[in-house]
């Protein structure tokens, strides 16, 4: 393909029921881990997970943690270190149990494990269950998990607080205001408060757009093949795209900003028209890699509402972490979104300089940076009742 971005929406991809068992590790009042296994609300898979618990006295403050787009399990493997770092939630939750704060983490349905755990001969992934995956289960397996959480015995239910990834956000948004859950906080990280409509619109058109646009090295205003292939591997976005999928048409040789919005709108218009035109069942991007349902997909460019004014129908803080680095979602954007909203008293950003998308070094993957794990958990803390 000799344009940018060609996106195929098949092959593009970005990001109370039952109690059937609870297995507890140990049985003592001060159980460290308990792992718990129930049905679905809609009977077409397993939830599991886990709640950490410290050893401490009295009912604890739980942190329910929701993942962003992926195959994730309760770990959340997202990171470039080849350490324990790289297991972003499971980092996370054991800095909180030092802090005397219990965690709840899950996998997501059809998910069993991460690359780094699995063994030769085992599948991390059910892709039969993940067709399955639309925005309203993920919504009802997250409000299962945060209601089974809110029932437990160790846990004080007024000192819930949310943890959400990326997409999670959109997510943990409209359950608020359905008020189908009602923490004490919300804590983002990487947190989208525009809508997920205008999301994907930037990630296909401004964002290729101003990253391209970057490889003008002699300020001419023009982009040409020769200028793209030096810079791209100096740009993290670019360098995970195929360089034929970056240069100029032979018809152009060039790439002006202007011709390069007008091709980028008119692929991201045709993306939209062929995505909606499917079938809502079919597996996303592809039968043999699946992510999750059409349905899941279709979300990217049917819910037009800013996560923004989902959030303030609930009423409570919201503090959204955001790298100025951030690959998947722009900073400026969001702090824009939120300056248009009337009723955004409660709802706030935290810029973390130099960081991307997990608040690491990269723009993307983790882990996360000590300093900014301090002020995250900081601002968890400082959300709790003293």
């Known amino acids: 393909m000799s344009t940018l971005p060609r996106f195929s929406p098949r092959t593009h991809s970005f990001a109370l029921g039952l109690l059937l068992a609870i297995v507890p590790l140990w049985s003592n009042a001060f159980a460290a881990s308990e792992h718990f296994h129930f049905k679905t609300l809609d009977g077409k898979a397993d939830l599991r997970g886990q709640i950490e618990l410290p050893d401490k006295q009295g009912k ?21 270190s080849e350490t324990k770092k790289d297991l972003l939630f499971k980092q996370l939750s054991e800095v909180l149990q030092q802090k005397g704060i219990a965690t709840l983490r899950y996998d997501y349905r059809g998910v069993s494990c991460h690359e780094e755990s699995k063994s030769p001969d085992k599948s991390c992934v059910d892709n039969a269950i993940r067709t399955t995956v639309t925005p309203q289960n ?28 990326s ?49 003008d090295s002699n300020q001419d205003k023009k982009v040409t093949a020769e200028e793209i292939t030096t810079y791209q591997a100096l740009d993290p ?44 069942h079919l597996p996303y991007p592809s039968e043999s890699s699946v992510q999750a349902s059409m349905a899941w997909w279709k979300m990217f460019f049917r819910e037009a509402q800013s996560t923004a004014s989902l959030f303030s129908q609930g009423n409570i803080p919201v503090i959204n972490h955001l790298g100025d680095a951030d690959s998947q979602v722009s900073l400026t954007r969001q702090q824009a979104m939120l300056d248009q909203l009337k009723a955004k008293h409660l709802l706030s950003i935290q810029s973390h ?28 803390l400082k959300q709790l009742k003293p």
């Open 60 to 80: 604890l403050p739980v942190v329910v943690m929701m993942p962003g787009t992926g195959l994730f399990d309760r770990d959340v493997y997202f990171g470039l």
């Open 138 to 165: 993920m919504r009802s397996d997250f409000e299962q998990i945060y209601h089974w959480g809110e029932k437990h015995a160790r846990i004080d239910p007024q000192q819930m607080i949310i943890f959400a990834h």
């Open 167 to 215: 997409e999670g956000s959109v997510h943990t948004a409209n359950l608020l205001a359905e008020r189908r859950i009602q923490p004490r906080a919300v804590v983002l990280m990487g947190g989208i408060y525009e809508s997920p409509q205008s999301v994907v619109q930037w990630q296909l058109v401004g964002r290729f757009h101003d990253h391209i646009m970057k490889a």
């Open 237 to 280: 976005l670019l360098a995970m795209m195929p360089l034929e999928m970056l240069l100029p048409p032979e018809d152009l040789k060039v790439w002006t900003s202007a011709q390069l919005s007008q091709q980028l709108t008119a692929q991201h218009q045709e993306i939209t028209k062929v995505t909606l035109a499917e079938n809502d």
């Open 353 to 380: 300089p130099g960081k991307g998308h997990s608040l690491g070094s990269h723009t993307l993957f983790g882990p996360m940076s000590p300093e900014s794990e301090k002020r995250l958990v900081e601002s968890i």
